[in-house]
């Protein structure tokens, strides 16, 4: 029964570690979601549950089907060209949405890009 107990609390002391970790890696895009919400809902619709923005303004799931490469996407945030104003954003926060924007596209990623960056992404997701 001792045992048992201590095999319990170690799992979820394991458990913990593990979720923690997971949510380390993931919250890229989980903090872009919550800049985005924050800062560009108000033009865009930036969720699938957001139901109005600026109409001159193109959707984030709109914008994740048309700009896969993320690099010229991040490029674009640091140097936007109006009507899209300058969010004056971190490299970070640029990063974040930029993980953001790119986890709304439904269809199948495009392969690792050249310079490996995305190498340790899993393949079908
Ligand atoms: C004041 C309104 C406004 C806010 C706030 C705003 N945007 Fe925009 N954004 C626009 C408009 C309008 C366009 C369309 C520009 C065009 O058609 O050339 C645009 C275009 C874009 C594009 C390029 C879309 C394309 O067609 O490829 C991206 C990416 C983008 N915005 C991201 C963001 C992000 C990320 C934020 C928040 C940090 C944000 N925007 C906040 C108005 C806004």
């Keep these: 029964m ?8 170690t799992a979820l ?5 593990i979720f923690a970790t997971f949510a380390l890696a993931a919250g890229d ?5 919550l800049i985005a919400k924050r800062w560009c ?7 699938p549950d957001q139901t109005s923005a600026s109409a001159d303004a193109p959707s984030f799931s709109d914008i994740a089907r048309r700009r896969t ?5 991040g490029h674009f ?5 109006p009507p899209m104003p300058d969010m004056h954003l971190s490299r970070k926060e640029i990063d974040d949405i ?4 790119r986890s709304l596209d439904p269809r199948p990623q495009p392969p ?14």
């Design 112 to 125: 690792a890009e050249p310079d490996g960056k995305d190498k340790d992404l899993p393949k079908n997701g």
């Design 77 to 81: 945030l640091m140097d936007p060209h």
């Design 29 to 33: 895009a989980q903090r872009g979601a």
């Design 98 to 101: 930029v993980s953001y924007i």
């Design 41 to 47: 809902a108000s033009c865009h619709v930036v969720a």
């Design 13 to 17: 002391a394991g458990g913990t570690a």
């Design 69 to 73: 490469d993320k690099k010229k996407l």
């Design 2 to 9: 001792q045992l048992r107990r201590l095999t319990l609390a």
